[in-house]
């Protein structure tokens, strides 16, 4: 079965920067779409960036876009989510997830996820 363990999460100041890894099992990501979305209290799930399958296209959301880069080590079928500049309005629990097609409007699995808190 496919299983996606993020980690990286962590507590910083405003403008700090994290670095968020997702290990992967059962899925290759260099053949699927890979992707992240975060979940704050009391908001609806907020699609971050998603790299398609062959990476033929990369997208990010708008709220950070210039401030997120996701990445991926084939040798370690990992999937990263750079974060820099981060504000409170980052502060969210972060998913690794995989999409049975990068236009996929939901994932089709995701991991536990991980907590990021950034004060002010």
């Not at 907020?46 to 990476?55: F, I, M, N, P, S």
């Not at 040798?75 to 998913?95: F, G, I, R, S």
């Amino acid at each position: 079965q496919v299983q996606l363990v993020e980690s990286g999460g962590d507590s910083v100041q405003t403008g700090g920067s994290l670095r968020l890894s997702c290990g992967v099992s059962g899925a290759t990501v260099s053949a699927n779409s890979m992707g992240w979305f975060r979940q704050a209290p009391g908001k609806e799930r907020e699609g971050l960036a998603r790299r398609c399958r062959g990476g033929d296209a990369t997208y990010y959301g708008d709220s950070v876009k210039g401030r997120f880069i996701i990445s991926q080590d084939s040798a370690k079928n990992t999937v990263y989510l750079q974060m820099n500049n981060l504000k409170p309005e980052d502060t969210a629990m972060y998913y690794c997830a995989v999409y049975s097609t990068c236009a996929a409007s939901y994932p089709q699995k995701w991991g536990q996820g991980t907590q990021v808190t950034v004060s002010s």
